[in-house]
Every structure is written in structure tokens, then in C-alpha cells.
Antibody, heavy 122, light 111 residues
Framework: QVQLQESGPGLVKPSQTLSLTCTVSGGSISSGSYYWSWIRQPAGKGLEWIGRIYTSGSTNYNPSLKSRVTISVDTSKNQFSLKLSSVTAADTAVYYC??????????????WGQGTMVTVSS | QSALTQPASVSGSPGQSITISCTGTSSDVGGYNYVSWYQQHPGKAPKLMIYDVSKRPSGVSNRFSGSKSGNTASLTISGLQAEDEADYYCSSYTSSSTFVVFGGGTKLTVL
């Protein structure tokens, strides 16, 4: 079965760039049937969609974060990545990677990584 | 402030049924049949429970059901069990460039 696993630094300094990678196992990121998304959740708060990427490299971003976000895909490693620049304390959150259906279960996230906590602090 | 509105908390006794509402607009919940519901236990990742308003993924108990009327979607859990105690989030496709919006979450307490 498909599994997702986030990895990356748990502590990032203000104004620097947050970088996370999601490794997909048990299936191919190139299958063409899914988008691959990033979602975050500040402590005690709700979920916020950050953006998504298709295997072709086509991306969509949350307009509120678009100027600071870059999502990329490396099909050879079966991974996709998130970069969030100029971070502040407001970017402190648990970051999840997730799979989103296209034809089947569109706009629904059916598989999630376990999440990784990222703290922005000097 | 979240795009979709959910009650902060609901509660029920074992065996009872509860319903969680999720109110949006005609640009999201009311305009499309792409409402999903997620269950999140403390310290865990969300789990998809309902998609396309009322469909259940394989493995999700039929005690969970979804519906929609106008701009409000609902998640009903029947025969409440202790393990149902969790946070529940709704989400919907939106015609804005955000694509997907979430509700603020509802904490379900099983008394």
C-alpha cells in the first residue's frame, strides 16, 4: 500500500527557507492519477492547504502563500518537496504531505504522511 | 478564520447519533459535490472518512455518513463509540484559486 513520509529540519530560523521532502513508497508518484499536496496545521488549529503538484511538474498554490512557496517533484526518487521562503513564527506548524485524487476522489486527500513539526525560531 | 464554518464542539453518549455541520457558500459546499470529512486523533494525521459528500472509502465504518443541503454539509456518526472521540474537519472544492478549503474543525467528545 502507498505510504508517505515527510523529512526535513524541525527548526528553521526566521527569514530563512523551510525545506521538506515527502517520499512516496509502495507506489509510483508518476502514476498520473493523483496530485501530491502539502498541508499544514499550527498547534491547536485547523488545516491549511499549501499547494500541490502533478507528476508533470504542474503546480497550484494557495494564493495566501503563493509568493513564498515552491513545490517540486523528483520522479526518479519518487519524492516531492516543499520550499517556503522568508518564514516567520506564523509558519510554525505540523506539515503534512498527502495524496489527492484526480478522476477518483477529486479534491479529497486519501493518504497522508505522519506529519513533521517545524518550528520557526532563532 | 476558516473558509468553512463548523461548530467548535459536539458531544454524545455511546450508542447515540451525532451530526456535525459544515457551512460554506455557493462557491464551495453549495456549488459542488466535492465535500470531504476527516477524522483526526491527537498527534495523528487526518484520516479520510467521507468524500464526494457521501461516499465512504473502503474500510470506513458504515456508522459514518455524509449529506448536503444547500450550502451546508453534514457528517453523521451513528452508534457512537469511544474511539470516535476525535477532531473532525470538513473540506470542499472551491471555485476560488485556493482549490480546497477546510473547516475550523469540531471536537467530538464521547461522554
Amino acid at each position: 500500500q502507498v505510504q508517505l513520509q515527510e523529512s526535513g529540519p524541525g527548526l528553521v530560523k526566521p527569514s530563512q527557507t523551510l525545506s521538506l521532502t515527502c517520499t512516496v513508497s509502495g507506489g509510483s508518484i508518476s502514476s498520473g492519477s493523483y496530485y501530491w499536496s502539502w498541508i499544514r496545521q499550527p498547534a491547536g488549529k485547523g488545516l491549511e492547504w499549501i499547494g500541490r503538484i502533478y507528476t508533470s511538474g504542474s503546480t497550484n498554490y494557495n494564493p495566501s502563500l503563493k509568493s513564498r512557496v515552491t513545490i517540486s517533484v523528483d520522479t526518479s526518487k519518487n519524492q516531492f518537496s516543499l520550499k517556503l521562503s522568508s518564514v516567520t513564527a506564523a509558519d510554525t506548524a505540523v506539515y503534512y504531505c498527502a495524496r489527492e485524487g484526480i478522476a477518483a476522489r477529486p479534491y479529497a486527500f486519501d493518504i497522508w504522511g505522519q506529519g513533521t513539526m517545524v518550528t520557526v525560531s532563532s | 478564520q476558516s473558509a468553512l464554518t463548523q461548530p467548535a464542539s459536539v458531544s454524545g453518549s455511546p450508542g447515540q447519533s451525532i451530526t456535525i455541520s459544515c457551512t460554506g457558500t455557493s462557491s464551495d459546499v453549495g456549488g459542488y459535490n466535492y465535500v470531504s470529512w476527516y477524522q483526526q486523533h491527537p498527534g495523528k494525521a487526518p484520516k479520510l472518512m467521507i468524500y464526494d459528500v457521501s461516499k465512504r472509502p473502503s474500510g470506513v465504518s458504515n456508522r459514518f455518513s455524509g449529506s448536503k443541503s444547500g450550502n451546508t454539509a453534514s457528517l453523521t456518526i451513528s452508534g457512537l463509540q469511544a474511539e470516535d472521540e476525535a477532531d473532525y474537519y470538513c473540506s470542499s472544492y472551491t471555485s476560488s484559486s485556493t482549490f480546497v478549503v477546510f473547516g475550523g474543525g469540531t471536537k467530538l467528545t464521547v461522554l
